[in-house]
């Protein structure tokens, strides 16, 4: 009888059971703050700026609903399509150098062939490490005692 019953047991396979009908909203909680912040940080004043697009300011009469009169005005101004048009070779100039620059260092960082590994890091480095020395060898001369601000 014994042998009989742990035969009828059941077996754990160490598998979590999953329920298929029910969804999962653990890491749904985990992302609200997240959540929260992006769409008061960035969504709001987004859908605020469009919905101000739609206004003229005025000296008399303050503001007045204009609909998209705005961007009509945009649209078939010269200086904007003249700025777009700079924006837009800067960007197609500027964004592969910086790629291919970036790429090619990393890549002869990590080849451990260049001379002067030590260096390169170090000057990569650099720029993230001085203001922090900045701020406090300012702050240093402001606490200082002897001729200190405070």
């Known amino acids: 009888m014994a042998s009989a019953d742990i035969a009828a047991a059941p077996v754990h396979s160490g598998k979590a059971r999953v329920n298929k009908h029910k969804a999962d909203w653990r890491g749904w909680k985990f992302m609200w703050p997240f ?44 200086q904007f399509w003249s700025s777009v048009g700079r924006v837009a070779l800067f960007t197609c100039v500027q964004v592969p150098i910086m790629l291919c620059l970036s790429a090619l260092m990393a890549l002869a960082l990590d080849s451990m062939k260049l001379h002067g590994t030590k260096f390169f890091r170090i000057s990569t480095f650099l720029p993230y490490a001085v ?18 601000l405070v």
């Open 35 to 78: 959540a929260l912040v992006f769409v008061f940080v960035f969504i709001v004043p987004i859908v605020y700026a469009v919905y101000i697009s739609f206004f003229k300011k005025q000296m008399i009469g303050g503001t007045k609903f204009v609909g998209f009169e705005n961007y009509v005005r945009l649209l078939g101004d010269g």
């Open 131 to 148: 203001p922090a020395v900045v701020s406090t060898l300012i702050w240093g001369f402001v606490y200082g005692a002897k001729y200190g």
